[in-house]
């Protein structure tokens, strides 16, 4: 068994601080998933440039991928990097949808600030007790620590689920003060990966359930709320990655106006992984189908990295308010 790291070590940030000005001042901040180093790059280059907080997140197919040791040292050097660049906005390492006490006090150890426990596929008094037990270990740490009530459809890394299930709103209260979290993400209809709705043609996105969000906000006034699967799908990129021999026929996702009504509330997290994804893919595509002989890593990943920059700064600027609140 290794030594404990301690976040603090790191330079990094719990939410705590984050989540009560974003609540208090009509925000959300953005959590960016990342699973490897040009990724990182352009979260801490379009936060610093924005002067934006930052939640850095990774999954638990980021760490297999990356190891979870390497993790931990990029993320202390992304701290590092907007020091360097003489910005002091606070960053967090977080777990992204933990699903057991193991991985997430592993995580806790390594040096994370933040985890998310998603028992959300449990009954709800299993997910109680797993939720309780993580909050008890990492509270001990001051690390903070989000819970999870209803189920959100589709794919992203090992989060599968075939069909949504809403938040119910009158188990919200029980659950916080049952389990201790310090934030809670609730199913109002976004969805995981790139394809969230299924649509006919012609046919609209359906609004999210913003009346179970007023309601869960009247239950807990000012507890700070997340919001998953809350990628956009940003059409420009679907249609790139299909120009350049992709196929992502029928990829939709959520409004930013939808995003940017949801930030102005209680919501306080907003989760975007998928238009990272795509926004990379789009332009490394393009990158190489436009320069058949280049064969430089750095070229068509610098070319997706600058990318990632451009979508970052817009979410901060536009959909999330969090530009100008580091």
């Known amino acids: 068994m290794g030594e404990m790291i301690h976040y603090k070590d790191l330079g990094l940030a719990n939410t705590r601080e984050m989540f009560a000005k974003a609540v208090k001042g009509g925000y959300a901040v953005p959590a960016y998933n990342f699973n490897n180093m040009e990724q990182l790059q352009?979260?801490?280059?379009?936060?610093?440039?924005?002067?934006?907080?930052?939640?850095?997140?990774v999954s638990n197919g980021a760490r297999k991928y990356a190891?979870?040791?390497m993790l931990r040292y990029l993320a202390q050097g992304a701290v590092a990097m907007a020091r360097e660049l003489d910005s002091n906005i606070p960053i967090c390492l977080h777990l992204d949808h933990g699903d057991s006490f193991e991985l997430c006090k592993s995580c806790i150890d390594n040096g994370f600030s933040s985890v998310m426990i998603d028992g959300s596929h449990l009954s709800y008094d299993d997910n109680v007790a797993l939720t309780r037990k993580v909050v008890e270990y990492a509270h001990q740490f001051d690390v903070s620590v989000e819970g999870e009530l209803g189920v959100l459809a589709g794919i992203e890394d090992d989060v599968v689920a075939e069909e949504s299930t809403y938040t119910q709103p009158e188990e919200v209260e029980d659950f916080?003060?049952?389990?201790?979290?310090?934030?809670?993400?609730i199913s109002i209809g976004t969805s995981h990966g790139a394809y969230k709705f299924?649509?006919?043609e012609g046919e609209?996105?359906?609004?999210?359930?913003?009346d179970i969000l007023e309601d869960v906000e009247k239950r807990i006034p000012g507890f700070p709320i997340v919001?998953?699967?809350?990628?956009?799908?940003?059409?420009?990129y679907v249609q790139l990655i299909n120009q350049y021999g992709?196929?992502?026929?029928?990829?939709?996702?959520?409004?930013?106006?939808?995003?940017?009504?949801?930030?102005?509330?209680?919501?306080?997290?907003?989760?975007?992984?998928s238009d990272g994804r795509l926004a990379m893919t789009a332009k490394v595509r393009e990158f190489i189908a436009n320069n058949p002989s280049e064969f430089d890593p750095r070229k068509f990943l610098g070319a997706g990295r600058d990318e990632l920059v451009a979508l970052m700064t817009h979410k901060n600027e536009f959909v999330l308010g969090s530009a100008g609140k580091g």
């Open 204 to 210: 609209e996105v359906p609004p999210l359930r913003f």
């Open 246 to 273: 992709g196929h992502l026929d029928g990829a939709v996702g959520v409004p930013e106006a939808q995003l940017r009504l949801a930030a102005k509330s209680s919501v306080c997290k907003i989760n975007i992984d």
């Open 67 to 69: 190891n979870s040791t």
């Open 176 to 185: 916080v003060a049952k389990t201790g979290v310090d934030s809670l993400a």
């Open 42 to 57: 352009a979260i801490v280059l379009a936060c610093v440039q924005t002067n934006s907080p930052v939640i850095m997140q």
């Open 227 to 236: 919001l998953h699967g809350a990628s956009s799908v940003v059409q420009e």
């Open 198 to 200: 299924k649509l006919a």
